[in-house]
Nanobody, 123 residues
Framework: QVQLVESGGGLVQVGGSLRLSCAAS????????MGWFRQAPGNEREFVAA????????YYADSVKGRFTISRDNAKNTVYLQMDSLLPEDTAVYYC????????????????WGQGTQVTVSS
């Protein structure tokens, strides 16, 4: 069992930056690929970024490529999402996700979800 707790969301102006953190519990953290998804009101939950258990592979949605960076610190059981050059369309609830032995690049691949953290980008 893995429990995920996100932090770092908030209100930021267009062009600003935020860093989200996701703290994971459980001794099997290193077996899990980790990722971030987001969901805006009225929209389906969509993939944002993912990272392999070793941190050696990353994958991004086209909409965030070049602006967002995912990373992880296995010693701290934590995954991060650095968000730069934020746009109003980045406004959503951001969810941390974990998948056993694979990268969570689709909703159906996710084994565990965090509770979500709100990110609001004002114009």
């Amino acid at each position: 069992q893995v429990q995920l707790v996100e932090s770092g969301g908030g209100l930021v102006q267009v062009g600003g930056s935020l860093r989200l953190s996701c703290a994971a519990s459980g001794r099997t953290f290193m077996r899990h690929g980790m990722g971030w998804f987001r969901q805006a009101p009225g929209n389906e939950r969509e993939f944002v970024a993912a990272i392999s258990w070793s941190g050696g592979s990353t994958y991004y949605a086209d909409s965030v490529k070049g602006r967002f960076t995912i990373s992880r610190d296995n010693a701290k059981n934590t995954v991060y999402l650095q968000m730069d050059s934020l746009l109003p369309e980045d406004t959503a609830v951001y969810y941390c996700a974990a998948a056993v032995d694979q990268m969570p690049v689709r909703v159906r691949l996710v084994d565990y979800w965090g509770q979500g953290t709100q990110v609001t980008v004002s114009s």
